[in-house]
């Protein structure tokens, strides 16, 4: 296996030699974590931490040196990439935007390994990102669903605890309804072929979505009504033609 510690007799430490077969150099790291390395036994912990990652396929030379350098962004949009396919157009755009635009730049400023980010991490992400408390939720959740992804495919040991939703200070926006008459009035407005979509929204409190999605039944729903009224004469017959009562109150 790559690697070896030896000692340093002028400066009394241990330090780790290690050949990078990526960059084709010998480096010679002398601090683990932050710390020199005096005693032999935080040497051989370096070491072994060195060793594991190049039995993962997780090794990267700028982990151990003094240029620090994050896994997250390029774990990131490999994820992306690779579930491109299982999402919506809004949803990979939203995912994106996440990426490029919040989770990148954190991560550029504070380089940490996808095994680092812990609740702490997470919470100074939450603080960093500039958007509204659910704006903020939506980029903490692409980086939960990242690192959900990560933990079942054995790249992270467990799931960091996220922050509590009170945390990211959702305000739920005020519904102002438009007086009664007026509604009438803007609906009025609309071509009468454009009208029914309209209607129906406003006595059944779906959103615009949901209404286009149930527009072809509302359809069918309107013309078998109209047929039958229109061979029921101009009032309300008692029962159809068919012997059927009607459906509706007087």
């Not at 309209?198 to 286009?212: C, D, G, I």
Request: aromatic share 14%; net charge positive; with cysteine.
């Amino acid at each position: 296996m790559t690697g070896s510690i030896q000692y340093h007799k002028e400066r009394k430490l241990y330090y780790v030699q290690w050949y990078d077969r990526r960059t084709k150099k010998t480096y010679k790291i002398y601090k683990y974590r932050g710390e020199y390395l005096y005693d032999i036994r935080l040497a051989e912990k370096l070491l072994a931490c060195m060793q594991a990652d190049v039995e993962n396929g997780t090794f990267r030379i700028e982990k151990y040196t003094e240029d620090r350098w994050t896994d997250v962004i390029p774990y990131l949009n490999g994820w992306l990439d690779t579930i491109k396919p299982t999402l919506s157009p809004a949803t990979y755009k939203d995912y994106q935007n996440s990426i490029k635009n919040h989770l990148t730049p954190y991560f550029q400023e504070n380089p940490v390994q996808l095994h680092e980010i812990q609740y702490d991490v997470l919470l100074k992400l939450l603080n960093f990102i500039s958007r509204s408390g659910k704006g903020k939720a939506n980029v903490m959740y692409c980086l939960h669903r990242c690192l959900v992804y990560a933990w079942r495919s054995g790249r992270i040991s467990a799931m960091p605890s996220f922050p509590e939703r009170g945390d990211y200070n959702i305000v739920d926006p005020a519904i102002v309804w438009i007086p009664e008459d007026r509604q009438i009035k803007i609906i009025e407005a609309i071509p009468v072929i454009h009208q029914p979509i309209f209607w129906f929204l406003k006595y059944h409190l779906r959103r615009p979505s949901e209404a286009m999605a149930l527009y072809p039944y509302i359809r069918m729903i309107m013309i078998s009504t109209w047929m039958h009224l229109s061979f029921g004469g101009p009032y309300l017959p008692a029962s159809l033609s068919t012997g059927l009562k009607r459906g509706w109150s007087t």
